[in-house]
């Protein structure tokens, strides 16, 4: 009886370890999602990050297919012939897209699945190397955004000059978003982020923005120059007419006292002051009178004059003094 029963337990053994080994339970990473292939085609559910068993050696076994949804960052390199200028602008646009999970089903059904991929068998693995397939994001980007991107960058940049794009980047760069979320709306892709990574004008531009702000630095030194000459000019004719202000005080200061003079000093006060120092001469006990007529004249004018001498002089001791009316 104790052998019948071991030998059932041998048994129960053995089929739980040939269940376990016809089956392989592999993993469906984070950020991404699964669908089984089956004899019929697609199943519906989509399969979340986690675990999933596949059963071995069976006959048309079914396949998984894993599709990449995590962000996806890429950056495009283009030349656009812009027609206002003529000319070729050098643009460098990257965005971050993420596949809509409202649209999982689209991805599945119209990206093949690859051979190739990582995928972490947890337990098993007997014949399943073969059967899981997988979707990269860039498959979808190269599917769905590849060329939307690039023609949305070309018809955005061609409504502006180079100039213009360049001046108002932020702008410019905005309306590209838009227009590229526009032409994705259709498409399981979505861009979370876009915009411009680098523009890159033609030389012939470069030199003349270089050129033109060396104009504008040499009128901006010139209007410099010029208005510190306008303000020493300013300055000068400010002094200048504060001068002329003092001179003509002066000058009217000068009219007035000669009117005064002219109006105090008359022929009778001149003959009174004459006379009086003819008296203080006459009392000077060193004072000389000599006739006119003895002595050259020094004018015409045929009034009294005489030329009178200190006592002193015929001394030598002093210089001579002359009155004459």
């Known amino acids: 009886m104790n052998r019948k029963r071991s030998w059932l337990l041998v048994l129960m053994a053995l089929a739980i370890t040939a269940v376990a080994c016809s089956t392989t339970t592999i993993e469906v990473p984070p950020a991404h999602v699964a669908k089984l292939q089956t004899k019929s085609g ?29 962000d996806y960052a890429v950056e495009e390199s283009m030349r656009v012939f812009m027609p206002t200028d003529q000319l070729n602008l050098q643009v ?15 991805v599945f059904a119209r990206i093949p699945a690859q051979d190739t991929g990582n995928v972490r068998v947890v337990q098993g693995g007997d014949g399943t190397s073969n059967r899981v397939k997988f979707i990269t994001m860039r498959q979808a980007y190269e599917t769905y955004a590849k060329q939307v991107v690039r023609e949305a960058t070309r018809t955005v940049l061609t409504r502006h000059s180079i100039i213009h794009v360049m001046q108002n980047r932020e702008s410019v ?17 979505e861009p979370t982020i876009f915009g411009f990574a680098d523009i890159q004008p033609p030389d012939i531009i470069v030199t003349a923005n270089e050129q033109k702000r060396e104009r504008e630095i040499a009128i901006e030194r010139a ?23 003092i001179d003509l005080i002066e000058a009217e200061t000068q009219k007035l006292v000669q009117d005064v003079l002219n109006q105090s000093v008359s022929p009778q006060f ?16 060193n004072t000389v009178f000599v006739p006119f007529d003895a002595l ?13 001498f200190n006592q002193d ?12 009316d």
């Open 173 to 189: 760069g905005a309306e590209l978003h838009q227009q590229v979320i526009d032409s994705l709306d259709v498409t399981p892709l």
């Open 270 to 285: 001149v003959t009174q002051r004459y006379l009086r120092v003819l008296q203080a001469l006459a009392e000077n006990e």
């Open 223 to 245: 209007e410099a120059e010029k208005l510190v000459a306008l303000t020493q000019a300013e300055a000068e004719r400010e002094v200048a007419l504060k001068q002329q202000e």
């Open 42 to 70: 697609l199943a519906e559910d989509i399969i979340q990050p986690g675990l999933i068993k596949l059963q071995n050696r069976c006959s048309g076994c079914d396949q998984i297919i894993i599709a990449e949804v995590s």
């Open 313 to 324: 002089l015929f001394e030598g001791e002093t210089d001579a003094a002359a009155v004459r």
């Open 92 to 106: 460098d646009v990257r965005g971050i897209y993420r596949i809509d999970p409202t649209k999982f089903n689209e």
């Open 296 to 308: 050259p004249r020094e004018g015409a004018d045929g009034g009294l004059s005489f030329r009178i």
